[in-house]
């Protein structure tokens, strides 16, 4: 009987209807569910792509992992932790980071900028020596040797790799006491831009200098750290590496995750994409509404077909079945050909970059499997709850005249 049910519901979407308004409404129906699924799709699909593309923009940002002092700015026992990370066999190199804002002056321009203090090993951690784009990286032979990011460089308009033209960084001085001279503000330094590199909205007014730079304009003892930042060889392993080296050093220090120290920035993406979903999980919910109409309509035009059946013995559950069934063949048809569709346009987007979000950034798009199943999720679960619920036709509705 289950099989007779199944067999009559697909002829119901099959066959031809005895009305065209039946037919028009049924593959009406087909269409919307299409249309809603391929959009939920692509729309998760170009977040997934946000998601490798923040990626990407913020992985020169923070390392795998990052040491900081639990109290001050200045890491304790920096022999300590460095014994510590040297005899970890996960860790494949670290770097020294000591990071300030401070004043750079050049032929009377004037800017706030971020001075980033580093090592010679930091290009291990953070190979932004690549990203130069004009210029070289600093050779580490003289401690004001500087690479600068490219906007920052162009608003002070400073000659890149000239050794006839060198700006200032100044850096308040701690203390109290009466000031007769420049020299009992700011300690000042003067600097050679060697190379640029572009910001990427994260490390915009940024100066990458020799970590000797640093120590000098906060009068910092030698071998002084803010933060040690960490690549590991296999960075899935990052919160085991984290647990084993608070267990070594102690709880004078703090260790955060790429994810950690992005938190907020990645709750917010996550929310982003959550609101996305619930919006376009709601559209889906109203397009089923068009299935609800389809299944009212396809019983009242198969009423007398549903005489007959009940008068040989069909049984009502049976009937209901068929109803339901052809709800669920619906919702199935619009599925397949959304996802088709929205594979189609993601794809088409991939290799053709035709839609951008300005003149330089095609919308990013990624084509992954849990997205498939999440769109095919919501729209069944809602398809099914409405066929599930307007299939249940009462007998004296069918008989009565």
């Not at 409404?25 to 809603?36: C, D, E, H, R, S």
């Not at 699909?45 to 200045?74: M, P, Q, R, W, Y």
């Not at 040797?145 to 701690?174: C, G, Q």
Request: charged residues 20%; hydrophobic residues 45%; proline residues 3%.
């Amino acid at each position: 009987m289950k099989n007779i049910a199944f067999y009559i519901a697909s002829r119901y979407l099959l066959a031809k209807k005895g009305s065209t308004a039946v037919t028009f409404i049924t593959w009406l129906a087909v269409g919307a569910m299409t249309v809603a699924v391929a959009a939920m799709f692509v729309i998760i699909s170009v977040f997934s792509g946000l998601e490798d593309l923040n990626k990407d923009l913020i992985s020169n940002l923070h390392a795998d992992l990052t040491i900081k002092s639990a109290s001050g700015k200045t890491i304790k026992n920096l022999d300590k932790v460095n014994a510590a990370l040297k005899n970890n066999k996960e860790i494949s190199s670290f770097s020294r980071v000591i990071e300030e804002k401070v004043y750079i002056n050049f032929n009377g321009k004037g800017d706030i900028a971020y001075l980033r203090g580093v090592d010679s090993a930091y290009i291990q951690v953070n190979p932004i020596n690549k990203d130069v784009i004009y210029g070289t990286y600093p050779s580490f032979r003289y401690s004001n040797e500087v690479i600068m990011e490219n906007s920052l460089d162009n608003r002070l308009s400073i000659p890149v790799d000239s050794s006839n033209h060198y700006a200032t960084v100044f850096m308040p001085k701690p203390g109290t006491g009466i000031i007769s001279k420049e020299e009992d503000i700011f300690n000042k330094r003067d600097i050679l831009v060697t190379g640029v590199f572009p910001g990427k909205d994260q490390l915009d007014n940024y100066i990458i200098s020799p970590i000797e730079l640093t120590e000098e304009v906060l009068n910092l003892p030698k071998k002084s750290a803010y933060q040690i930042v960490i690549k590991l060889k296999n960075p899935d392993n990052a919160d085991a590496v984290k647990q084993n080296l608070l267990t070594t050093l102690g709880k004078n220090i703090q260790i955060k995750t790429k994810e950690e120290e992005n938190a907020a920035f990645w709750k917010m993406i996550n929310t982003e994409k959550l609101f996305i979903y619930l919006i376009f999980a709601l559209v889906i919910f109203i397009t089923t509404f068009n299935l609800a109409g389809a299944i009212i309509i396809l019983q009242l035009d198969k009423k007398e077909q549903a005489k007959s059946l009940i008068s040989f013995g069909f049984p009502l559950s049976h009937l209901r079945m068929t109803y339901f069934y052809t709800g669920i063949l619906i919702v199935i048809s619009g599925v397949i050909t959304g996802l088709i569709m929205g594979t189609a346009l993601c794809y088409f987007q991939l290799y053709t970059e035709f839609f951008r979000a300005n003149e330089i950034l095609p919308f990013p798009v990624k084509i992954v499997g849990k997205n498939y199943l999440i769109v095919a999720f919501t729209a069944a679960l809602f398809g099914i709850t409405i066929s599930w619920f307007f299939s249940k036709i009462s007998k004296d509705y069918i008989t009565k005249n």
